[in-house]
């Protein structure tokens, strides 16, 4: 079946740590991904899609199909990067799972 | 402001009442979603309307029907409620075209006893 998956419900890391998020994608063709985040309190938003190769926040994000990945890094991790973090895929508007970030002080 | 308005924000509902869960946008999007949340599971589609006039089911429709009268209307509707549908749930909208970047409305909090 097409889906995204995403396997680490939580990830803590420190402030100005590096952190990466996973993303794993079993779509075939030409897929088109996305990161949502939803911050406390706030809507789901974007924070960015892998077709415009921007750096949104200090995020960024490569398609590697070779690994079928779509992980969200950033190299200096901040307090407010603190939310919720979603993968989803353009043509069914599915998600994953979800992945809690925390950055510790 | 323009986006999406979802209603009620919460609401507790007794096991086998009927509920319909609120959602209009005013950006004359084309297609509008209904996820729920639910902790460890994520954002699961429900349905989706790729336009007024078509419904589609998505990952997990049993126990919810939808309608798509016009554009800007999207109501989901629980007609005999259970403890398992109690979750958080997000209407959504985007153009249906182009980068078809996903909107989303507040969320409801329905808690089913």
């Known amino acids: 079946a097409q889906r995204v998956t995403q396997p680490e419900k939580l990830l803590s890391v420190f402030k100005g740590a590096p952190v990466e998020l996973k993303c794993n994608y079993s779509?075939?063709?030409?897929?088109?991904l996305f990161w949502y985040v939803q911050y406390s309190r706030q809507r789901l938003q974007l924070l960015l899609r892998h077709i415009s190769r921007e750096s949104i926040k200090g995020f960024t994000a490569d398609l590697n199909k070779g690994e079928t990945s779509f992980h969200l890094k950033k190299p200096f991790a901040q307090e407010e990067d603190s939310a919720m973090y979603y993968c989803?895929?353009?043509?069914?508007?599915?998600f994953g799972a979800g992945t809690r970030l925390t950055v510790k002080p | 402001t323009a986006g999406i308005t979802q209603a009620p924000t919460s609401q507790i509902l007794a096991a086998g009442r009927s509920m319909t869960l609120r959602c209009t946008q005013d950006?004359?999007?084309?297609?509008m979603y209904w996820y729920r949340q639910d902790l460890g599971l994520g954002l699961r589609l429900i349905h989706y309307?790729?336009?007024?006039?078509?419904?589609g089911k998505g990952e997990v429709p049993d126990g919810y029907s939808v309608s798509r009268a016009n554009t800007d209307d999207f109501p989901l509707t629980l007609a005999s409620a259970v403890p398992s549908q109690t979750s958080v749930y997000f209407c959504?909208?985007?153009?249906?075209?182009?980068?078809?970047?996903?909107?989303f409305g507040a969320g409801s909090r329905l808690t089913v006893l």
């Open positions: 989803a895929h353009r043509s069914d508007m599915r």
């Open positions: 779509y075939s063709g030409s897929p088109e």
């Open positions: 959504a909208s985007s153009s249906g075209s182009g980068a078809n970047v996903l909107t």
């Open positions: 950006m004359r999007h084309n297609a």
């Open positions: 309307s790729n336009t007024a006039g078509t419904t």
